[in-house]
C-alpha cells in the first residue's frame, strides 16, 4: 500500500481492512521536511507526542521517513475497530498530520 507524504498530509489519509490483514505500507516522503509514520491507537499517539524516540523503524508500524526518501513497514491488523496514523515531530500532530484506519470484521 503505497502513501504519500506531501504538504504535511497522508495521501490517502484513510484505510480499511480486515481483521487479520497484512500490509505493507510504503512510505515515500515529497516534503522538503522529516517526517513519521506511525499506527497505534490513540494512547500510542499521546505516548508519541509526549516522547523522545527521535528514530523509529524497529517496531511494525512505526517509521521516520527523511527528506525525499521511501521506507515500508509491515503491520498487520488486529481486533475490529479504529487506528490513527499519526507524524509526531514538533507540531506536526496538532497541524492536522493524521491518518485513519478502519479494521472491519
Known amino acids: 500500500m503505497r502513501v504519500e507524504l506531501h504538504d504535511s498530509r497522508f495521501i490517502p489519509d484513510h484505510f480499511e481492512f480486515a481483521a487479520g490483514t497484512t500490509v505493507t505500507f510504503v512510505v515515500e516522503n515529497t516534503d522538503p521536511i522529516d517526517h513519521e509514520f506511525i499506527i497505534g ?3 500510542v499517539q499521546q505516548r508519541h507526542e509526549e516522547g523522545t524516540e527521535s528514530h523509529h523503524g524497529d517496531k511494525p508500524g512505526e517509521l521516520s ?3 525525499g526518501d521511501t521506507s515500508t513497514t509491515t503491520y498487520t491488523f488486529g481486533e475490529p475497530g479504529t487506528l490513527l496514523i499519526g507524524c509526531h515531530l514538533p507540531t506536526h500532530y496538532d497541524y492536522g498530520m493524521r491518518g485513519e484506519i478502519t479494521i472491519t470484521d
Request: proline share 0%; hydrophobic share 65%; charged share 35%.
Open 41 to 43: 491507537d490513540e494512547a
Open 65 to 67: 521517513v527523511a527528506i
